[in-house]
């Protein structure tokens, strides 16, 4: 079965190239099709491999077996968590790509199914970096997924605001690139190997009773920037609220569904496999620096998300929000941490994307995304209200919802204060959903500031619909996909014994086959409860008092600092990564 591995990666791509080349003389239904099953059949063969993912499959694609203990090929690795995140990619872009069935107007001769072909370049980018083994070629599908994310982010090549948004993104994410592959190169100059396995194993008995070094320290710095750029951690999330403010609704989807989740993953997969050996950084420095980026990440992205009323930025910082959790959860570096951050993920990838998906279909259909200009204009869309409202409770962490489950047993795993961040930034940003079902929904309450008000910065009004026009009704793919995006997000946490199925592959894969029993407790369906009343609470506030929810004085830096230059998106990278260095520096000077 591990010979099957590279499909995951080949499939995808294979229907891109052939999309491509057939794009002049192929109907734009066979294009859409083709996608479907290129996104289905690798969904349908990660489902296939999970099962036999115990122990870890291992394959060299091509055959180039490692001799005289080196190793030059290229490593696949089918575990639990990699063939889990390879199947939620697949899933996740086949839902964006049947709500996207006939989305964008009819592309110009010859230019038939170029969206359906980036969209599997972009599927088959993010599984290759999730199987990969090594890291040369990890940095390559990375390379890869940014290069295709920058493209699709783009795509409405006629507006300014998406060229410019692709723009910051793209000169964001290749710093970030640039530095990981530093990072790569000084891990090959110490050890000679490529493969992350056996760079563990050279930079231990390279360290020998010494402990790590400067090398290593500059390594680590260098591989997380990159990974905690993808992430949109604090202060590397700048270019996150200006791509998902222009990209088309489906690649949102994708963008804050999976991919940067993948960034989280690849800060787990690299220090788990390369950093956490003797040779590398001691776990207390890891710990201090994840943990304290992520309390940064989290509080920062909530109160972000509270003041916007640009509903797509609102929900990108959204997602900053809860990649702050993720980062905590990881970074306490136990493995009851892990399995619920696996979770937390795979609920969050279902809500998420619904909740764009919803917003899509206010966009085409009102032409706006303001929170404050659709103010009770969407009566009439009754299935999307409960869509969005079912995504909100989601959010917050509502038992059974598979974010809930996430949540409670990381908050279990973290206990302390930390557990009152969790509560705290899941009620704030599922608040702020609630609040814009309400306004927009059900025209509850007075709308604050009014538009163009110099508080807020982008509005979100008189934006161009992504449809050939202003949809006089809405299709039944984009009312279809939500909800089963927020049925799969809900089986994650209710279907019996899912949670310990995936508890058992993370621990397999990356905590030495520990047990953990990953179940409801009392204790955490009360957090859940508590998050989502708070939640509600606080939308209620923002509704029934006027102006109430407008930015205090102490937010204005904040939102200062989402500037739209690049160069201070830049400057923020490199701060970030000084930061870096100096939570991590402890270890390396102590030994």
Sequence with gaps: MHHLIPLLVAVPLLGAALLVATGRRL??????????????????????????????????VGGWLPAGGESVGILVVGDGPALGMAAVI???????????WRYFDEPPAGHTGVFTALMLLFQGAMCGFAVAGDLFNAFVFFELMSVVA????????DEAKAVQGALTFGIVNSLGAYALLTGIALLYARTGELAMAKIGRGLDAAAGSGGPDALVLASFVLVLTGLLVKAAAVPFHFW?????????????????????????????????????????????????????LGVLTAAIGAVMCWY??????????????????????????????????????LGHAGVKAALFACAGVLLDRFGSVDEHALHGRGRPL????????????????????????????????VGGPLTVLYVAASAITAGAVLRVTARVFFGLGGIGPRPGDAEY????????????????????????????????????????????????????AGSGGARVFVHWTAHGALLGVA????????????????????????????????????????????????????LALPGVLGS
Excluded at 39 to 55: I, K, M, N, W, Y
Excluded at 90 to 100: I, N, R, W
Excluded at 150 to 157: C, N
Excluded at 393 to 410: D, E, H, I, N, Y
């Design 150 to 157: 920058y493209a699709l982010t783009g795509y409405r090549i």
């Design 457 to 508: 910065e982008t509005s979100g009004t008189d934006e161009e619909p992504e449809t050939s026009g202003l949809l006089s009704r809405i299709p039944d793919t984009m009312t279809t996909v939500p909800a089963v995006l927020l049925a799969a997000a809900l089986a994650v946490g209710a279907v019996p014994g899912f949670g310990a199925v995936v508890a058992r592959s993370v621990n397999e």
């Design 382 to 413: 009754r299935a999307t209200a409960v869509l969005f409202a079912v995504g909100a409770l989601g959010l917050a962490g509502l038992p059974p919802f598979g974010t809930a489950l996430g949540k409670a047993v990381t908050e279990e795993a």
């Design 27 to 60: 109907p734009r239904i066979a294009a859409e099709i083709t996608g479907f099953v290129c996104c289905g059949g690798t969904a349908a063969l990660a489902l296939v491999l999970l099962p036999e993912s115990s122990p870890p499959m291992v394959e060299w």
């Design 240 to 292: 996150l609220p200006d791509a998902h403010a222009v990209a088309p609704t489906p690649v949102c989807m994708l963008l804050s569904g999976v991919m940067v989740e993948l960034g989280a993953y690849g800060v787990w997969r690299v220090y788990g496999t390369v950093f956490a050996g003797p040779g590398g950084i001691p776990a207390a420095d890891l710990t201090r620096a994840l943990v304290t």
């Design 308 to 345: 916007q009323r640009h509903i797509k930025r609102l929900l990108a910082y959204s997602t900053v929000s809860h990649t702050g959790l993720f980062l905590v959860g990881l970074g306490i570096l136990t493995p009851e941490g892990d399995d619920g951050v696996a979770l937390y993920i």
């Design 90 to 100: 697949s899933l996740l872009t086949l839902a964006a790509l049947v709500y996207s």
């Design 531 to 582: 998050s989502t009343a708070l939640a509600v609470v606080l939308a209620g506030l923002a509704v029934t008092r006027p102006g109430w929810g407008a930015a205090p004085g102490w937010a204005a830096p904040l939102r200062r600092l989402q500037s739209g230059h690049v160069g201070d998106y830049v400057a923020w990278l490199l701060v970030g990564a000084t930061v870096l260095g100096a």
